[in-house]
């Protein structure tokens, strides 16, 4: 039997199969160990409950009428970003490893062959939300490292440590802008004036804003991004500015800090990170290798990434096929504990400053 904290929810599963008795077995089971529990019957019944409530972890069958299980994966992956660190396990009568590496190969986190053993299901919807636990923990640790990094700039008492401070994020590559729980500018580096003035989408006054077709994305991604730190919460929005006529995309991630209601209009509540393509980050050599355990070519990819490059981009630039870069991003996700590509940015970024305000 799951045991669960007195204040906390048990956890929600969403079991999509088609066959009403393994059905209704399945959910039995997870009931009886303590899980709260969704049932549907097919792939559009499936969607339709993740846009009715959010699941801990999803068991779908693979072979379901209409849309099938590899269907619904792609929908999770591809529409529900909310779901990015949701745990799909498929479902499946059959046994052929392609099989599995297909699942594998769209974003499947684990596999249960039919007939279902009971004792394996238990045991892999618990190990999948305790792996969902120790990322979530990792990436609140990271992230908290960036917020104390960030701190530095109105917690230091003297005015010596503050310009130290900010001479270190002057030194960051990326473009840095923090804004308060008012969403107004309380500090610039040197790289985002200089990318700033280089564009003629971006405009730093009193406020992060842009101009022509994003700016109004820009000004809602902020907004949601104040918000969520006022509740205490961290997510990552990313998009992407015009910049200088004939070449890439402005890479914008927008970061909440999570510093919660309590916190005054001077202190930073959201982090806006600017990577400007083809400039290569002056990052010692072998950093990204040593805070991440990559290998040499992962470490390009996360280089490349932190350029601004798209997926076929980095792989034009390397000279390889898209599948090859799709199998080191899988590496790198499985890494850094991260699931989507705006996370994984921002954790990167994340190590490198912090390597930076450490030192050697």
């Known amino acids: 039997m799951m045991h669960n904290e007195p204040s906390s929810r048990p956890p929600l599963i969403l079991c999509a199969e088609d066959q009403e008795d393994l059905r209704a077995d399945i959910c039995d089971e997870l009931k009886e160990s303590g899980y709260a529990v969704l049932e549907a019957a097919d792939g559009e019944a499936t969607l339709q409950q993740m846009d009715a409530c959010t699941p801990d972890l999803i068991l779908c069958d693979i072979n379901m009428p209409g849309l099938n299980g590899y269907g619904v994966l792609d929908a999770v992956r591809e529409h529900r970003p909310h779901l990015a660190d949701t745990p799909f396990v498929f479902l499946t009568a059959l046994s052929d490893p392609q099989e599995v590496v297909e699942g594998k190969r ?38 908290q490292e960036l917020r104390q990094a960030m701190g530095t700039l109105r917690q230091e008492a003297s005015q010596q440590a503050f310009h130290a401070a900010t001479r270190v994020l002057n030194l960051v590559a990326p473009g840095m ?81 999570g510093q919660g209601r309590e916190t005054g209009g001077e202190d930073a509540s959201v982090v806006v990170l600017l990577s400007a393509p083809d400039q290569r980050l002056p990052l010692p050599r072998g950093i990204l290798a040593s805070l991440f355990g990559l290998t040499p070519t992962e470490s390009r990819i996360a280089m490349a990434l932190l350029e601004g490059l798209r997926s076929e981009e980095i792989a034009d630039q390397m000279g390889v096929s898209p599948t090859t870069v799709a199998f080191h991003l899988r590496n790198l996700f499985q890494k850094t504990d991260t699931h989507r590509q705006a996370d994984l940015i921002a954790l990167l970024l994340a190590g490198s400053m912090t390597a930076y305000l450490e030192g050697p």
């Open 106 to 143: 769209l974003g499947a986190d684990d596999y249960l062959v039919k007939p279902i053993d009971y004792d394996l299901l238990l045991a892999t919807v618990g190990a999948r939300l305790r792996q969902v636990s120790r990322m979530r923990d990792k990436s609140n640790h990271e992230l």
């Open 177 to 257: 802008v923090l804004l308060d729980s008012q969403g107004d500018i309380t500090f610039v580096n040197q790289r985002a004036r200089q990318l700033a003035e280089a564009s003629d989408a971006l405009q730093l006054n009193k406020r992060f804003s842009a101009t022509g077709a994003m700016a109004r994305r820009l000004r809602e991604s902020i907004a949601s991004a104040t918000q969520a730190s006022r509740r205490g919460e961290e997510p990552v929005f990313s998009l992407r500015l015009p910049h200088l006529p004939g070449s890439h995309e402005l890479l914008v991630l927008i970061c909440a800090l």
